[in-house]
């Protein structure tokens, strides 16, 4: 006897889990209806970013940025975003990252805004970057990136700080 069907079955069975299901609405934070609630990291499509503060100091510009949800249900942050300065080409143009600021898991209501900010060199006193037109701004838990247009210098390394609850963040 053939133990092929036998492990064709099992192999089925252990992929079945894995089969993509129909698009359902994802549950309200809550459980409405007395079930398990689902709390997705934020999305870029449910947030719009912003640009609160742009300041110059020596050799160097701090932004922040907010987040906002713009969606119908709460997301859940928790860590640092990914940022990258790009060109007119859209070509990213950063070459590493820093980071600070302790991560704090919290929920982003709709409506609610978060905040990280951003410390770009302007140049050392001997070198001037290129300046790029467009900031990518990827949210903690998503690959896609939200675009805003800001003119900035392409410094060799950028420092970023953990999003926080726009309350938490000083």
Same mark, same amino acid.
Request: proline letters at 11%; hydrophobic letters at 50%.
């Given at each position: 006897?053939? #133990?092929? %069907? @036998? @492990?064709?079955?099992? !192999?089925? /069975? ?11 609405? +994802?549950?309200?934070?809550?459980? =409405? ?33 907010? #987040? ?11 860590? $640092? %975003? ?23 898991? $919290? ?22 970057? #290129? ?13 896609? %990136? +939200?675009?805003?247009?800001? !003119? /900035?210098?392409?410094?060799?390394? /950028?420092?970023?700080? =953990?999003?926080? %609850? ?5």
């Amino acid at each position: 006897m053939s #133990l092929r %069907p @036998f @492990f064709l079955a099992c !192999a089925a /069975l252990a992929l079945a889990p894995f089969a993509p299901a129909a698009a359902a609405p +994802l549950p309200p934070i809550g459980g =409405a209806g007395g079930g398990l609630a689902i709390l997705r990291p934020c999305a870029a499509a449910q947030l719009k970013a912003a640009i609160a503060s742009d300041n110059s100091a020596m050799m160097h510009r701090e932004l922040v940025v907010t #987040l906002t949800n713009t969606g119908s249900t709460g997301c859940a942050i928790d860590g $640092f %975003p990914a940022v990258r300065l790009l060109d007119e080409l859209d070509h990213p143009r950063i070459s590493a990252e820093s980071f600070s600021r302790t991560p704090k898991f $919290f929920v982003l209501s709709p409506g609610q805004s978060a905040a990280f900010g951003l410390r770009v060199a302007t140049g050392d006193g001997t070198t001037t970057y #290129l300046t790029v037109p467009t900031l990518a701004v990827i949210p903690p838990g998503d690959l896609k %990136p +939200l675009r805003l247009r800001v !003119a /900035l210098p392409a410094a060799p390394t /950028l420092d970023v700080t =953990a999003v926080l %609850p726009n309350t938490d963040f000083k």
